[in-house]
């Protein structure tokens, strides 16, 4: 697939592109513009526009990625549950929960963390007061990291401990169940998974083992955490 041209490799880079010279030298620090973005999300169009459909960025930065992909989750779920307010945004929210970044820099995750909630609350036309604003603000909490993909571990207020992430269902009729699962666990699994491994005949509830499964929880219950620290 042709994208374009492409600058040489010596040609300075737009400065949209990056926060600062230093960020770029400090931790490599590029945002990928928006026409290759959806570029990248078309070649996966199907699973972008399942509300149900798991993605992770690992270096998410403001939310390049993840903003697109909510947008086209939530116009899926307008073109299936638009006719009912109920079920629109409750499988918004559940549009929301599917969603995962891990992020380096605080002020990228605060960033993405906004970018994300804002496009989830224009859709809804929610204010802060409302419920469903305050659940999202949680959920979001749990699901973009403040870590280090790499060392697959949390830094900052959780410094060092290993990343963990909430797996969200819909169980209908308003409530959510929430499972969390350590990264690293989820990642080397993938190794153990494949046909040459030792533990490939390993059934998944050997592998995929929640380190906690939640009672099942109401919007104005998640909506209660939102002040907690995540």
Known sequence: ?????????????????????????????????????EAMLDLVKGETERIDARFLEPACGSGNFLVPIVRRKLAAVELKYGASDFERRYFALLALMSVYGIELLADNVAECRANVLAVFTEYLSLDEGDDLH???????????????????RSVGGMGGAPITFAEWGYLGK?????????????THAAAYSAEDSLFADLGKHEIFSPTKTYPPSTVLELAALAGDKP
């Not at 374009?4 to 400065?15: C, E, I, Q, R, Y």
């Open 134 to 152: 305050r659940a999202a603000t949680y959920v979001l909490a749990q699901n973009i990291v403040h870590g280090d993909a790499l060392s697959m």
């Open 1 to 37: 697939m042709a994208f374009g041209p492409v600058a040489p490799l010596d040609s300075p880079l737009p400065m949209n592109l990056v926060k600062s010279k230093q960020r770029m030298a400090d931790h490599g620090e590029v945002f990928t513009p928006p026409w290759m973005v």
């Open 174 to 186: 308003g409530k959510y169940q929430r499972r969390d699962f350590r990264f690293d666990n989820l």
